[in-house]
DNA sequence: TTCAATTATCTAGTATACAAGATATATTTG
DNA sequence: CAAATATATCTTGTATACTAGATAATTGAA
């Protein structure tokens, strides 16, 4: 709360501008880890290794957190459509200043979680129907890559795993433990996605996910779709020790068309947690 | 550069806290434009309707200004991968203060387009080598989706307007205006997703494209790549107008295809510029 | 000369202050 | 009382100052 103490110590003084040799990388072998060069110290010892695809492992940064949980929040439905964002009283809830708070907002922003309204606020997004629509139709598309490849790289050890992740979800089906359930549902094709050698498809799939997702929890916990889902994942993997990829996808899209049951239903229902795009439905295409 | 005159002028007196009631937003209807209630005035004017899917229309903000000159700058590969992104000389540039230029870097980092070194520094990203064998996969797999789709839309002005944009590729074609070209390049298939009604799709598209765009800055220009593109754009929407969605999309992915040529040659002759991601041939799946 | 430790100087991350605009409340006017 | 205007107070956007950490340059010792 109380303001840091600071202190001056940076003087004025010019400095020369453009001193600063850009430093190339240094590491230049890009396969593996060809660690040639001895000729360097201990350059980049902790640092992070600018290799791709794998995010920053660094310690949390502030923004982090508060994106993650505003994140989790509104994927989760605690936060509400048009719920707004008081970017104060968050500030005042972690403890820390507003500019870590607006990176996070600003994210959010980004994966159309909430919208934000110039000078006047930012509020929980509605969920856009077309991008339920279209995300609903790409997973399939995707997860069907996915699948293909997957069964035709797939080693015994690895249907194993697999298998496990499905006996897990078994045992969390039983204790009744949804949370836990549907993040090892996550698990289960995450795994598949890793197995097949794309897992940045299975990203880009996470990111469209998350409309479905809050759409998902406004539908009530079923009886027994816990056990219809352990039962398609077990079908999926069938086929795939069978080799079998197109029953393997076939049963892939069984257990995806699920989702789109009743959207109009839910709509109706919470009308205002869901927006409606008309330009979707523009067939100007010039 | 010189300093903005600033005067305070807003004491500290504190506020009650919780006084501002989270108004609801008023515009209840979330179908078309059931433009019922005059109850309230000219509210909500000029600001930006929170209607989903359309990016804020709103004065341009100088991060975004930032943003996107540096994005078509890496695109292009103007900026080569490796290229150190200097806030203070961007602030300097285009005389603003370091926090649009990093809420812009931040921006890139997020499509991985730079890499951020904590207390380091900030450097456009190599190509990851995955990211465009996965973008090439998952491009085949959504193009299919939309190309099917489109067949099955199209009315026939619509096939006109697609056929117009192949006619203005034809002639930036002969004109030998590459630039133009793939701008156009860019409006057909965006044009097909349109009227295909998955916008948001092919927004995931051009997402993934980004690297795999900068790929394509690498390779030389080829004779008659151009015209050849073209003919393969006139395959596809002969193929729609003809409603045989099967042959369009065979279109597609031979137009697609041309893509993967050869980037072993290239990741050889610029090894600087791309890197590879072990953990994508890592079979560990748990 | 070579290698290690020190110092200097850069960087991103954070905190805070101010500016510009939008909504909500209070006030005035018919 | 109703509607239009004026004011207050909130909001996001921006500028700037400072902190902590990492790289690069310098210095010192073997």
């Known amino acids: 709360m109380a303001a840091i103490g600071q202190s001056t110590h940076l003087g004025e003084g010019g400095r020369s501008e453009g ?147 499905i006996q897990k979800q078994q045992e969390l089906a039983d204790k009744g433990d949804e949370p836990a359930f549907h993040r090892a549902d996550e698990e289960f094709h995450a795994s598949i996605a890793t197995v097949a050698h794309y897992p940045g498809i299975w990203e880009v799939i996470q990111q469209m996910r998350v409309q479905i997702e809050r759409y998902r929890r406004l539908t009530l916990p079923q009886a027994g779709r816990m056990q219809l889902i352990v039962r398609e994942h077990a079908a999926v993997i069938d086929a795939m020790e069978n080799c079998d990829a197109d029953k393997a996808v076939a049963c892939m899209n069984v257990h995806l068309d699920k989702l789109q049951l009743d959207i109009a239903v839910f709509r109706d229902l919470w009308p205002d947690y869901f927006i409606y795009d008309p330009a979707v439905d523009t067939d100007l295409i010039a």
């Open 19 to 165: 001193d600063r040799r850009p430093r190339e990388r240094t590491d230049k072998g890009t396969m593996a880890d060809s660690g040639t060069g001895t000729r360097l110290r201990a350059r980049r010892a902790n640092n992070a290794p600018p290799a791709h695809g794998i995010r920053a492992p660094r310690a949390a940064k502030n923004s982090e957190i508060v994106y993650h949980d505003l994140r989790s929040d509104i994927i989760s439905m605690t936060l509400v459509p048009g719920t707004p964002i008081l970017e104060r009283e968050i500030t005042e809830r972690y403890g820390i200043s507003r500019t870590p708070v607006r990176e996070a907002v600003l994210r959010l922003a980004e994966e159309r979680l909430v919208d934000v309204l110039p000078k006047s606020g930012t509020f929980v997004s509605r969920i856009p129907l077309s991008q339920l629509r279209e995300g609903i139709v790409a997973r399939r598309a995707l997860e069907e890559v996915i699948v293909r490849a997957a069964t035709a790289r797939a080693t015994p050890s690895q249907i194993l795993s697999l298998r496990a992740i």
